[in-house]
């Protein structure tokens, strides 16, 4: 297949550069290449390199910081996925396009299916709803909900933080009541690619590794990983935060659709593992 990736400088828009690489023929645009809010010249860009696929990894994923500039945050994560749609139907590429948990409430504390409503709170969650709608207009689409990303070069996550300072010695504090389904890069990168490989039935994927824990009990995972003790984790309730936007504090997603499409996602332990491993072999002289 030809690939097109949007938003490649990114921390998913690298990885899935990468793993795409292997089989297939890819062109990876940064922002500065091509400009997902300027459907003109972004068409134009396409039409000449006629993708089988466009996989767009570009977003706004400020979550505090978009209740400041809401026409910019639309025009990214919304806007731009109707005029990617369009260019899609137009010129007949499969779309694939990510979101994310935020689209529900996390007041239900089973995980979510894709089937179940949803309920934004915030400019952010709303803008990745809407964009959501946009790219399924579009007849062959995959609309990939991930969360708790980690992985990847910019190491830049919140289990990056985390791990780093359990290597360090130094005391973390991880929510206690928040519940999560994490997405490693890699898998994520790899059930993109599968669905694209295998002509898999085009709709809304929840692509987020298998299992759901709190942060806390992630970070006792990784302290074992690392050999450091537990007690230099923390729990906190991110209930009793003043935040700007609240955070759907049951965030746990279910992968079974994925799975009948013959994916199976690993599950985040053995994710978590994987990470910790190329982490510390990585640093290795």
């Known amino acids: 297949m030809k690939l097109v990736v949007l938003g490649a400088a990114g921390q998913l828009g690298q990885v899935v550069t990468a793993q795409a690489r292997r089989q297939h023929t890819v062109v990876a645009w940064t922002r500065a290449e091509a400009d997902i809010t300027k459907p003109e010249a972004l068409g134009a860009a396409l039409a000449i390199e006629a993708p089988d696929a466009v996989i767009n990894c570009a977003a706004y994923a400020r979550v505090d910081e978009a209740e400041d500039e809401p026409e910019n945050v639309f025009a990214i994560n919304a806007w731009a996925i109707r005029d990617l749609a369009r260019l899609a139907t137009a010129q007949g590429f499969a779309l694939v396009h990510y979101s994310t948990d935020f689209v529900f409430d996390g007041l239900d504390a089973s995980p979510r299916h894709e089937t179940d409503p949803v309920n934004p709170r915030g400019v952010y969650a709303t803008s990745k709803l809407t964009g959501e709608w946009f790219a399924a207009e579009t007849p062959a689409h995959y609309i990939l909900r991930v969360e708790s990303l980690f992985g990847g070069p910019a190491a830049k996550s919140s289990v990056d933080v985390l ?85 759907p504090l049951h965030a746990a997603l279910a992968n079974d659709k994925l799975r009948a499409a013959g994916i199976e996602m690993p599950g985040w332990q053995d994710a978590l593992a994987r990470y910790v491993a190329g982490q510390i072999k990585g640093d290795q002289p």
């Open 163 to 247: 791990l780093n300072g359990l290597r360090a010695g130094r005391e973390v504090r991880a929510f206690a009541d928040r519940t999560v389904s994490p997405s490693f890069v890699t898998d994520v990168a790899d059930a993109t690619l599968s669905l694209l490989e295998r002509r898999a039935a085009h709709g809304l994927y929840h692509c987020v590794n298998s299992g759901h824990t709190t942060w806390t009990e992630l970070t006792h995972e990784l302290a074992r990983l690392v050999g450091r003790p537990a007690s230099l984790v923390t729990p906190i309730n991110m209930a009793g935060l003043s935040m700007r936007v609240p955070r």
